[in-house]
Structure formats: C-alpha cells, structure tokens
C-alpha cells in the first residue's frame, strides 16, 4: 500500500496551494480519505475528510479555504487550499481508513511564508 502526496512547497500568505495524494494497493473508492497537518512542536490534526460515499467535512480554521475532492477513477484525494495563512504552514499527510485499517502517507511540506 502506497499513498504519494505531492504539491507542497513554499507560498506567500494569501496564495494558494493543491495537494494531491496518489494511492496505490487499497480498493479505493471503498475508502474515507483525509489530510492531516503537523505544524512544529504542535499534534497533527485533522483538516479535511472525504468519505468513501463524498461527504467531507472540515477543520473550522480552514472552511471556506480549503476544498477536499477525491477522483476514484484515478486513485487520488486532493486538496484544494486557497488564501493560506502563515498558521497553514505544517507537513500535511495524506490519510486512508477503512474499518480498524488505516493508512497514512509520508507528508509534504507547506510553508506560507512573506
């Protein structure tokens, strides 16, 4: 099993990003997927979540700004983030559970940064 984030980097505050994770080895389109961030010295949180069905819910800091979408032709869960804030900046991982089974990706870096 195999998830492959990519899409971070470096951006000014009010710029936008997309990430997107690439998931290979799991019957996709059964699975809710999601992105985790991790800022320095902080717990990793939940940002966005997209059920296997296409419901998503979101962290409240990030409504309205950031946008999950998943495509399960293709096997891969994005996210859409727009007028990021310094505070944005964390390594965001991508995420697959279904059940007890869970999946976590190795991260990609967002850095929002003037």
């Known amino acids: 099993v195999q998830l492959v984030e990519s899409g971070g980097g470096l951006v000014q505050p009010g710029g936008s990003l997309r990430l997107s994770c690439a998931a290979s080895?799991?019957?996709?389109?059964?699975?809710?997927m999601a992105w985790y961030r991790q800022a320095p010295g902080k717990k990793r949180e939940l940002v966005a979540r997209i059920t296997s069905e296409g419901d998503s819910n979101y962290l409240d800091s990030v409504k309205g700004r950031f946008a999950i979408s998943r495509d399960n032709t293709n096997y891969t869960v994005s996210l859409q983030m727009n007028s990021l804030k310094v505070e944005d900046t964390a390594v965001y991982y991508c995420y697959a559970q279904i059940m007890q089974t869970e999946y976590w990706g190795q991260g990609t870096q967002v850095t929002v940064s003037s």
């Open positions: 080895g799991i019957l996709f389109r059964f699975y809710n």
